[in-house]
């Protein structure tokens, strides 16, 4: 990387970190902390109060991404950063489940994860723009750990008010790094009839139309896991308190895999064929999971446990790192901003049917049927990927 690609993936990975350990923070005890409020006695509501931001998140993705092609990345990234601080302000002075959720809302409207990524795709050459998504991604892992580490200490100096707090003040860091540590976005592109023609043949591409699906597929086997997971670490004899220690080594031992691994095959041109092992991977993790849902629960054993998310992290960072690379690389550079939208958008509603279906399979069809439904899902990927052709092939107007 030069100078001003090393400060441009650092910078947006910041911002990334700040912004999800503020959401990443509250996660692990919003569902403890709003029974302390009029109406949390009520799972439904707060199940739909912690549902609401991947909603926002998914409806205002695409709009974002296209207001960033149109009036440019910057000027986005801080006016959804300010809307994600009103609405950590909104929940901090909540006294209500339904304000709570109002707050949730409107920090799921700062919708600015596309026009982050469209502007590191700006500010990048092709052969090195997956390392800077990896670092991206890695920002995310990193901060979903921490946040596990530091909630349950964090509320109970502050309690859940003061976490909400805590998010706005990182959001604004975040506002200070667009300002003064990314380096300048390129000069934009004319917004013509051309360009938003070929907006729509980002909607139409076929090779796009599959990596938005995997992105989908991918987070949604995410939630999907977690609806289970974290039961069977307390059967294997992990304390909830703990589960950071299986997590976190994890997280950090998947960064050296990847790194070990994805970048080197991208610089001899192999970034399909990564990509393709990497949900192999994915796929064999669940066949894995599917095996442990199938033995006696109170014969559990952590060891294989912790293999298995070794493993689902491993493909899982690669995956969060290649992904967007290819989008941006295949993607029309005046409708960058739009087709991330796309992929962005895809991604939040996979979180979103993740977290709500695998709920429902866990209780109709048990930890068995959730996960032949993440093994068959796994799988349909895998083959789709099969016809992703190779990015030297990419819409010219994308190569830099």
């Known amino acids: ?117 469209a502007l590191l795709a700006d500010l990048t050459r092709d052969q090195v723009r997956t390392k800077g998504m ?44 667009v300002c003064w540590w990314v380096p300048a976005e390129p000069p934009r592109h004319a917004h013509t009839a051309s360009s938003r023609a070929r907006f729509a043949d980002v909607l139409a591409d076929a090779q796009l139309l599959r990596l938005n699906a995997g992105v989908f597929v991918l987070h949604a086997v995410q939630m999907a896991m977690w609806v289970a997971l974290p039961a069977w670490l307390v059967l294997a004899g992990l304390a ?32 399909r064929t990564a990509l393709r092992g990497a949900v192999a991977l994915l796929a064999l993790v669940q066949a894995g999971f599917l095996w442990v849902a199938y033995l006696d629960p109170n014969s559990l054993s952590l060891a294989p446990l912790v293999w298995l998310l070794l493993l689902f992290f491993c493909a899982f960072n690669c995956l969060e790192a290649s992904l967007p690379s290819l989008v941006s690389r295949l993607a029309p550079i005046t409708a960058r901003g739009a087709a991330l939208g796309v992929f962005n958008t895809c991604q939040s509603l996979g979180l979103f049917a993740g977290g709500a279906l695998g709920g429902l399979l866990l209780k109709q069809a048990g930890p068995q049927g959730l996960f032949w439904a993440t093994l068959l899902l796994s799988g349909l990927w895998l083959a789709l990927m099969w016809g992703v052709r190779p990015t030297a092939s990419a819409h010219p107007s994308a190569a830099r």
């Not at 299986?246 to 001899?268: D, H, I, N, Q, T």
């Open 1 to 117: 990387m030069t100078p001003t690609e090393r400060r441009a993936s650092q910078g947006l990975a910041f911002i990334f970190a700040l912004r999800m350990l503020g959401l990443f923070l509250v996660l692990p005890v919003f569902a403890l902390e709003a029974q302390k409020y009029p109406g949390g006695d009520n799972p439904a509501l707060v199940g739909l109060a912690m549902g609401l931001y991947g909603l926002t998140q998914a409806v205002l993705q695409l709009p974002f991404g296209m207001a960033s092609d149109r009036f440019g990345r910057k000027r986005v990234i801080v006016i959804g950063l300010l809307v994600f601080v009103l609405g950590s302000l909104l929940a901090a002075w909540a006294t209500s489940l339904q304000g709570l959720a109002l707050g949730r809302a409107l920090q799921g409207a700062g919708a600015v994860s596309a026009a982050v990524t």
């Open 134 to 177: 990896a670092l991206i991604g890695m920002s995310i892992g990193l901060m979903f750990a921490v946040a596990l580490v530091l909630a349950p200490w964090l509320t109970a100096l502050v309690g859940l008010p003061g976490l909400f707090y805590v998010t706005a003040l990182l959001a604004l860091g975040g506002i200070a790094a």
């Open 240 to 271: 909830r308190a703990d589960h950071w220690q299986v997590y976190l080594p994890a997280v950090v031992l998947s960064f050296g895999v990847m790194g070990a691994l994805l970048f080197p095959m991208e610089r001899r041109g192999q970034l």
